[in-house]
């Protein structure tokens, strides 16, 4: 089955104490992303990666880092994380399409994080 | 600046009548632009994909058109169901930059 996992599903911890949500995909996209929600501010993007080794700032970078490593794997590291960071996490996937642009993105479930 | 809008937060309408919501965007100029339903507590589901030189695209009860003149556009359920309750977003590839979606239009269809 295709599909975008991540995990955790949900994670409560402190401020100032590193963490990663991983995120992976079984469908060989090349194009990966990273969405954090929020209400009232919608859904915007973090960092986004082209293929592997490629990574490029989205709206909302700051306090958070990605690796793209591998092609199926792109997970999000909050360094050092801030009660600000506190939202709904989506990672997305997509294949390109010839030319230019993006396919259909398929969503991960969702990390709830709380930063207490 | 830029920005990207969806016509109304909420919207209600009766089952079987036809749903339309706006996607207005203002300084991009997106190559393509994306229609996704979410439920709560879910990732966005992908509906549609039009491209900047179609005017209109079809998949079964949905229709979305694309109007880059007037950097509009229009996401349409005909006969709507209540299980097409949902928020809608829609979301501009800014092609080789980042994709910034609206901030959603949560549709509810009364039985």
């Known amino acids: 089955e295709a599909q975008v996992t991540q995990n955790p599903r949900y994670l409560i911890t402190v401020t100032g104490k590193k963490l990663t949500v991983t995120c992976s995909q079984n469908m060989n996209h090349e194009y990966m992303s990273w969405y954090r929600q929020d209400p009232g501010l919608g859904l915007r993007q973090i960092y986004y990666?082209?293929?592997?080794?490629?990574?490029d700032k989205g709206d909302v970078p700051e306090g958070y880092k990605v690796s793209r490593k591998e092609k199926r794997n792109f997970p999000l590291i909050l360094e050092s994380p801030s009660p600000n960071q506190t939202s709904l996490y989506f990672c997305?996937?997509?294949?390109?399409?010839?030319?230019?642009?993006?396919?259909?993105?398929?969503f991960g479930p969702g990390t709830r994080l709380t930063v207490l | 600046s830029q920005k990207i809008e969806q016509n109304s937060e909420a919207l209600n309408i009766q089952e079987g009548k036809t749903a339309t919501l706006t996607c207005n965007y203002t300084n991009y100029s997106p190559a393509y632009l994306q229609w996704y339903r979410q439920d709560p507590g879910r990732g966005p589901v992908f509906l549609l994909l039009i491209r900047e030189n179609e005017k209109e695209k079809r998949k079964e009860r949905l229709k979305v058109t694309f109007d880059t003149t007037l950097k509009q556009s229009l996401f349409h359920i005909t006969a709507s169901q209540p299980a097409d309750s949902a928020t809608y977003l829609c979301a501009l590839d800014r092609v080789g930059q980042n994709f910034v979606f609206g901030p959603g239009t949560r549709l509810s269809v009364l039985p």
């Open positions: 990666s082209m293929n592997v080794e490629v990574t």
């Open positions: 997305a996937s997509s294949s390109r399409l010839a030319g230019r642009g993006t396919d259909t993105q398929y």
